[in-house]
């Protein structure tokens, strides 16, 4: 089942844009761009504030997201939200034990009228996809997602057909319900730049949550009043930003230690790849922009490396017996490595 929202008609020229706050360095493009666009959504998005910022560093390093969490904590609502904010087309798949690839990147169908087979785009051919409870489709459509997430592009009978950048999948499963699911297969894993786990929000932010329902009296809690403040070529613009942020060779060196430690700490049977570095050394970069900065530091790379390894690890078989979670071990593997000076 799949659900399309065309880009909003708003122009894509921005409204008034907030004073920039020098002393908080927020005077460059992208900390600018950033706080428009954040505190947009914020407007409906109540108590996951860190989750939009991490799906927003995601997006401008050109990565995917993987999302980890029970049912009814706006994660749809948030994709829906950016969607309107951005400018961008959005679909949302349902995945299914009986989804097969070609509902996901589109088949050749024949034409009657012209008398020949043309090609029917599936919902991949969007720019802001959410793939809902993924792990509830078999192998078989995992990797016909595998080299979308991976190329942008779809290859149906020898023929490839590109997805216009931008290009973020935000995929989603529930961790409490094992019953006919399927485990992500490690190569797919690894195409994710970040994996994120949302808890429930506090007691403040679920009533605020409920008085956005309680005004808009429906189940849009809002969604229809948000304003597109940017466009995707602003987006494109952004991303080349964030990619020419310097990084000194320490903390490259920094990056590269964190990931061989991981590779020979207790608990882990697999540690993380070189993949795993590069999508440190990514996220990083636009963790620094965010902040008003042309360069990166170790704290950006403290904020961006768990997301960027939970899901490229596996514990030992002690580890998973004494109830130990990936994070734990990873915090402390992280904890070990020796920061570098600023």
Not at 13 to 18: C, G, I, L
Not at 61 to 74: K, R
Not at 108 to 119: A, S, Y
């Amino acid at each position: 089942m799949t659900e399309i929202i065309p880009p909003s008609d708003v122009p894509n020229s921005a409204p008034d844009q907030p004073t920039p706050d020098l002393e908080r360095g927020d005077s460059s493009p992208a900390s600018l761009w950033s706080r428009r666009v954040l505190g947009e959504v914020e407007k409906v998005f109540v108590g996951q504030a860190a989750l939009a910022r991490s799906v927003l560093i995601a997006l401008l390093a050109g990565g995917h997201v993987l999302i980890e969490s029970v049912p009814g904590l706006g994660k749809t609502l948030l994709v829906r939200a950016l969607a309107r904010v951005l400018g961008c087309q959005f679909q949302r798949i349902q995945f299914t034990p009986d989804l097969m690839p070609s509902d996901v990147t589109g088949s050749l169908i024949f034409d009657e009228k012209l008398g020949d087979f043309r090609f029917r785009p599936g919902p991949v051919f969007t720019q802001l996809l959410l793939a809902d409870e993924i792990n509830r489709a078999p192998a078989k459509t995992h990797s016909a997602l595998l080299e979308v997430m991976e190329e942008t592009r779809v290859t149906i009978d020898g023929v490839g057909r590109p997805i216009e950048p931008p290009f973020l999948v935000l995929a989603t499963q529930n961790p409490i319900e094992s019953e006919g699911t399927y485990n992500l297969p490690e190569a797919q894993l690894d195409r994710f730049l970040f994996k994120l786990l949302i808890d429930y929000p506090d007691a403040e932010q679920e009533t605020e949550i409920l008085k956005l329902h309680a005004v808009s009296g429906s189940a849009d809690p809002g969604l229809g009043k948000l304003k597109q403040v940017t466009s995707p070529a602003e987006l494109l613009a952004m991303r080349d930003v964030c990619a020419g942020v310097m990084v000194d060779d320490r903390v490259l060196a920094y990056i590269a230690a964190l990931a061989r430690r991981t590779r020979r700490w207790p608990g882990l049977a697999l540690g993380a790849s070189p993949r795993a570095g590069v999508a440190i050394l990514r996220a990083g970069r636009v963790a620094a922009a965010l902040e008003g900065r042309d360069y990166m530091l170790p704290d950006d790379i403290q904020e961006v490396a768990l997301p960027a390894l939970r899901h490229r690890v596996i514990l030992t078989p002690e580890s998973e017996v004494e109830g130990r979670t990936a994070d734990e071990i990873l915090q402390e593997a992280i904890r070990s490595v020796e920061v570098p000076l600023q």
